[in-house]
């Protein structure tokens, strides 16, 4: 059974960093392309990065461009993504999703999604 969890979220004050973790599971191979998606409270959900099977990376959001780094560990089979200089409005759930045609886009449907990680910045 393919499966992916994330972990890492939680309270972080303005200006902190923190490191999402999407572990992958039940995936034949590492041919797949993961994206990490945010759905803001009252917003809907927005791809922020993806990373293909060949470390090909689109980061897609310009409010998170340069502050958030996606990478992929094949070996541990987990993306992460460090969420460096938080600020209030990155608040909400992150997500990360497979493709498995591995297309290397954020824009494509995903296969399959984690359950998601609460992220809440504030003071």
């Known amino acids: 059974q393919l499966q992916l969890v994330e972990s890492g979220g939680g309270l972080v004050q303005p200006g902190g960093s923190l490191r999402l973790s999407c572990a992958a599971s039940?995936?034949?191979?590492?041919?797949?392309?993961i994206a990490w998606f945010r759905q803001a409270p009252g917003k809907e959900r927005e791809a922020l990065s993806c990373i293909s099977s060949s470390d090909q990376i689109i980061d897609y959001a310009d409010s998170t461009r340069g502050r958030f780094t996606i990478s992929r560990d094949n070996d541990r089979k987990k993306v992460y993504l460090q969420m460096d200089n938080v600020q209030v409005e990155d608040t909400g759930v992150y997500y990360c999703?497979?493709?498995?045609?591995?297309?290397?886009?954020?824009?494509?449907?995903?296969?399959?999604w984690g359950q998601g990680t609460q992220v809440t910045v504030s003071s």
């Open positions: 999703a497979a493709d498995t045609l591995d297309l290397g886009r954020p824009d494509v449907e995903f296969d399959y």
């Open positions: 039940g995936f034949t191979s590492d041919d797949y392309t």
